[in-house]
C-alpha cells in the first residue's frame, strides 16, 4: 500500500474559497492509430460540494462504457464526497475493482485506489492510499514522478508497434488549495508506418480525483485563557479556547513575543501554548491566524517565587558550622535554582517534581537569626527563619549534661569539692 505523498509546487484551479469536488474515474481517450481507432470517454462518480454548505456524495457507481472503440473498461466507484464547511473543505474518493484494456492489450489493473484532500485556512493536506496497481501486467510502486511502461500491441497500418503509458501520482497544492490524483495514465502508440516512424496520442486516464480550496479565512476568537497568571521567566503551559483557531498555522503572543509549543485542537477551538518571558505586570496574549487576530486577553507575569509558599521548615535550628540537612515543604517551588541562609546559599540542594519539597544543607554563619529564603532564577521567596546556635564550651565550675527527656545534671565547683573530700577520708583510713 502506498502511504501519504507529499505536495507539489503546482497550484490547482479552483473557482472561489471552500470549493471542494471528487471524481472516481475519468476517461478521455480519443486517437486513430494506423487504421485504428479508439475511443472511451466519461466521468464515473463525480460530486461538488453544495455552494450552502454541506456534503454531496455519491456511492457504487459501475464503470459502463457508451459505444466503445477498442477500450474495454470494468469497475465499481465505491464512493466519491466533497464537502464544504465554514472553516474546512474537503474531498475524497475511493474505487476497486477497476481494469482497463485499450487494443486487446491490459493497460491497467487495480484492486482499490483512494485519495483524499482538505483543505482549511492556511492549511492544505493531501493523501493517496493503493493496492495491487500493475501496467501491462507488471506490479507498480506509483510515484509522484513519470515512469513510462509499454508493451508490444497489434495495430492494423504500423509495423513494429507499441503501445505507450506514461503513469504518475499527483498531489500538488499551495497553503489556500490542493488537487489530488491518485493515478493518471497517459496513452500513445508507436510505430512505423513503411519506414517513417510514427506516434499517436491516445488521451489519458484518471483514477480517483478530490481537490478542494480552503474557505475564506474568518478572524479567530478567543475567550478565556487558564491559567491568566504565571512566573515572569516564562516556561507557564495555558490553555486558550475559542473559534477559528487553524492547526499548525495559529500565533499566540504575549506583549507581542510569541509563545512556544502552539498546539491546536483539531476542531478548532482549544489551543495550548507555553509562555515566554515577560515583563512583571499586564500583558496582552493574542491569538492569530491567516484571517486575522482576535481580541486580546489578559494575562499576569508575577515575579518569581510570588506563587511559592512555605508550609513547613525542618528543623529550625542548628550549628553555625553548618552542614544541617533541612526540609523545606509547601507548594510552588517548581523553577527554584537554590536557597539562601542570611544571604549565603546553601549545598546539596533538591527541589522534588512536584514543587513540593525542598531539601538543602545549611552552611555556615554567624550566630542568631537567618532569613531563608527560595531563590527563582529572577525572584526570591521568604521560607522562614533558621537559627544558628553557637557551641558552647565545657568549664571546670559548669557542665551541663542532657541524661533524660527534660531533665539535666548539673556538675558545679561544689560537686568536685565533694569528691576531694571522699579521696582524702580514704587516705586518712589508710
Do not use: K
Not at 110 to 135: H, K, M, P, W
Amino acid at each position: 500500500m502506498a502511504g501519504a505523498a507529499g505536495l507539489g509546487l503546482a497550484s490547482p484551479a479552483l473557482a472561489a474559497p471552500g470549493d471542494a469536488a471528487a471524481r472516481g474515474v475519468v476517461l478521455d481517450l480519443v486517437g486513430d492509430p494506423g487504421d485504428e481507432s479508439v475511443q472511451a470517454q466519461g466521468t464515473f462518480g463525480s460530486v461538488t460540494a453544495p455552494s450552502g454548505g454541506g456534503t454531496d456524495d455519491e456511492t457504487s457507481v459501475d464503470v459502463t462504457l457508451a459505444d466503445p472503440e477498442n477500450v474495454v473498461a470494468t469497475g465499481t466507484v465505491t464512493e466519491v464526497t466533497a464537502t464544504r464547511g465554514p472553516t474546512t473543505s474537503a474531498a475524497s474518493s475511493q474505487l476497486a475493482d477497476f481494469a482497463l484494456s485499450v487494443l486487446d492489450v491490459e493497460v491497467l489493473d487495480v484492486s482499490e485506489l483512494g485519495v483524499t484532500a482538505q483543505c482549511r485556512a492556511g492549511n492544505t493536506s493531501a493523501g493517496a492510499t493503493g493496492e495491487d496497481i500493475t501496467v501491462f501486467g507488471q506490479q507498480i510502486t506509483i510515484r509522484d514522478t513519470a515512469q513510462e511502461f509499454t508493451a508490444n500491441v497489434t495495430v492494423t497500418g504500423l509495423t513494429d508497434a507499441t503501445l505507450h503509458a506514461v503513469v504518475d501520482r499527483q498531489l500538488t497544492g499551495t497553503p489556500d488549495n490542493v488537487i489530488a490524483i491518485n493515478v493518471r495514465a497517459v496513452l500513445s502508440v508507436s510505430g512505423f508506418d513503411g519506414a517513417d516512424p510514427v506516434r499517436f496520442s491516445l488521451g489519458q486516464v484518471i483514477l480517483a480525483e478530490a481537490s478542494c480550496q480552503s474557505p475564506s479565512a474568518a478572524p479567530p476568537t478567543a475567550s478565556v485563557i487558564s491559567p491568566t497568571s504565571g512566573p515572569q521567566s516564562g516556561g507557564q503551559p495555558v490553555t486558550i479556547t475559542g473559534t477559528g483557531f487553524v492547526p499548525n498555522a495559529t500565533v499566540v503572543a504575549f506583549d507581542g513575543v510569541a509563545a512556544t509549543g502552539v498546539v491546536v485542537a483539531a476542531d478548532g477551538t482549544s489551543l495550548s501554548a507555553v509562555t515566554p518571558p515577560g515583563t512583571v505586570g499586564p500583558a496582552e496574549v493574542v491569538v492569530s491566524t491567516a484571517g486575522g487576530s482576535a481580541p486580546a486577553l489578559g494575562y499576569t507575569y508575577l515575579a518569581e517565587g510570588t506563587g511559592a509558599e512555605v508550609t513547613g521548615l525542618t528543623p529550625r535550628e542548628g550549628p553555625t558550622t553548618g552542614g544541617t540537612t533541612v526540609t523545606i515543604t509547601g507548594s510552588g517551588f517548581t523553577g527554584a535554582t537554590g536557597v539562601t541562609f542570611a544571604g549565603v546559599t546553601g549545598t546539596g540542594f533538591t527541589v522534588n517534581a512536584a514543587g513540593t519539597t525542598i531539601t538543602v544543607v545549611t552552611p555556615p554563619n554567624p550566630a542568631g537569626a537567618a532569613t531563608v529564603e527560595l531563590v527563582f532564577p529572577t525572584g526570591t521567596a521568604n521560607a522562614g527563619t533558621f537559627t544558628y546556635q553557637p557551641h558552647l564550651p565545657v568549664t571546670g565550675t559548669s557542665l551541663r549534661l542532657p541524661i533524660a527527656a527534660g531533665l539535666t545534671m548539673l556538675l558545679t565547683g561544689a560537686l568536685l569539692l565533694l569528691v576531694a573530700r571522699h579521696r582524702r577520708q580514704r587516705l586518712w583510713q589508710v
